[in-house]
């Protein structure tokens, strides 16, 4: 490999196409390129923390102790449905109406 090419990318366009995609986002170029900036710099960051040596760090569920973090669990009254379903934008038999979020694929793209 000669050192006259840049080394490749962390991430490409079509990486963030992807993503914008299964976010069901659309991107203009300019913001296409602004993520694929961020994305790379994030994965950097864990490309960075791959190289530590941890050969004498025990494992940890977490950096610090975590204490008063839950409360009692007690019983109590819940929402009727009609409750529930009084700020619902649109209700039928019971439930709440929303449109569909799943599209065959292809359908709907632009």
């Known amino acids: 490999m000669s050192d006259d090419h840049p080394p490749a990318p962390i991430i490409d366009d079509a990486a963030v196409a992807h993503v914008a995609r299964l976010s069901r986002l659309e991107l203009t170029p300019e913001e296409q390129r602004m993520f694929r900036a961020q994305l790379g710099g994030i994965l950097e960051s ?4 791959v190289e530590l040596d941890l050969s004498g ?6 950096a610090s102790p975590a204490t008063g973090t839950m409360r009692d669990d007690v019983p109590a009254a819940s929402l009727t449905r009609d409750e529930a379903l009084a700020n619902a ?22």
């Open 57 to 62: 760090i025990p494992p940890a569920a977490q």
């Open 89 to 110: 934008p649109a209700v039928e038999d019971g439930y709440v109406v929303v449109p569909p979020v799943i599209e065959e694929e292809g359908a709907g793209a632009s």
């Open 46 to 49: 864990f490309r960075k923390l």
